[in-house]
């Protein structure tokens, strides 16, 4: 039964094939209305989110499949102490396909040994959230044309922001890129990423707490919000929250082609007036998120033999 826990469970060949499906869905929709017609998507969410979650179920109802859910784990036997295990076989017996967010790091990992229907990681812990890697690959795509040869700066919180993890992962494998990671010396991309990703596979990388110096260079500027859910106080949390707000005026000094991206939820880091430039590309991020969501529903049913 395959699952999707980590971005690097699925080949680069996988990724072509998704993006290659969200381009055909995105021109052809109709093809797709009745795709899933009689299956069902079950979205156990015990943390907030509004795009991911959202994003599922819309993409279900787009296949014509359903969608039944949990958000919230004070609204699910998770209160009562039932373990993420068995939450995964019950859930099993109701649903044709599980998108799993939970705060515990490795929760995704233990509903896929435990369930019988393909798992999907939409966010575990501060550890990864492969299928906000594949919004970000879509747009990527789409707005530079390659996955190669580009200067890849990521800014913010890099110790806690998963999505940064996962990209990271994602982008090491094509020839040619580069990272500059930004963030404050305490919010620094975890050593395990460093090691067994970036020197690992002989990344470039430099590490940096000054964005401007290092704006005129970058290719893809991915912002992120400092995960404020993720600190273990609140003094530290309010000395660095505001670390890096990124302006009209700052991205003066950047390239006329970068490609601004944010997983969003923002919270300070990009002023409301940087939507208007047309290098803001993280509304397009949400919707590309949606037909990758339903690329890889069609994928793992087709997989699982629920679907042709
Ligand atoms: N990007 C993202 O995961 O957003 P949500 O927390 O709203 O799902």
């Not at 599922?56 to 949990?70: D, H, K, P, T």
């Not at 109701?94 to 967010?101: E, F, G, K, P, S």
């Not at 966010?123 to 530079?144: F, M, N, S, V």
């Amino acid at each position: 039964m395959k699952s999707l826990i980590d971005i690097l469970d699925l080949t680069t060949d996988e990724l072509d094939e998704l993006i290659a499906c969200a381009e055909d869905i995105i021109a052809n929709p109709d093809k797709y209305a009745e795709a899933c017609r009689g299956k069902k998507l079950a979205t156990l969410f015990f943390e907030p989110s509004t795009r991911t979650r959202m994003s599922f179920e819309a993409a279900m109802y787009e296949l014509g499949g359903n969608v039944i859910s949990v958000t919230g784990a004070a609204s699910s036997s998770a209160a009562k102490g039932e373990s993420v295990a068995d939450t995964a076989k019950t859930v099993s017996c109701y649903t044709d396909i599980i998108a799993i967010r939970h705060p515990k790091e490795g929760a995704a990992l233990v509903t896929a040994n435990n369930a019988s229907v393909p798992v999907i990681n939409a966010g575990d812990g501060g550890h990864c959230h492969p299928t906000q890697t594949l919004a970000d690959l879509l747009t990527i795509w789409r707005e530079k044309g390659r996955f190669t040869n580009l200067t890849i700066g990521v800014c913010g919180d890099l110790k806690f922001g998963r999505t940064v993890h996962s990209l990271i992962n994602a982008m090491s494998r094509y020839e040619g890129n580069n990272f500059v990671l930004i963030s404050p010396e305490e919010l620094k991309v975890p050593s395990y990423v460093k090691k067994d990703v970036l020197q690992q596979k002989g990344i470039p990388y430099e590490q940096t707490t000054d964005l401007m110096a290092v704006m005129p260079k970058l290719d893809i500027l991915y912002m992120t919000r400092v995960q404020r859910e993720r600190f273990f106080n609140e003094e530290d949390y309010l000395r660095l929250k505001d670390s890096y707000i990124l302006t009209t005026d700052k991205l003066k000094a950047a390239k006329p082609d970068l490609a601004v991206m944010h997983p969003l939820p923002r919270v300070n880091e990009i002023s409301v007036a940087v939507d208007d430039d047309p290098r803001a590309c993280y509304f397009k991020q949400v919707l590309n998120g949606k037909y990758m969501r339903m690329a890889l529903i069609l994928k793992l049913l087709r997989e699982a033999g629920k679907i042709k």
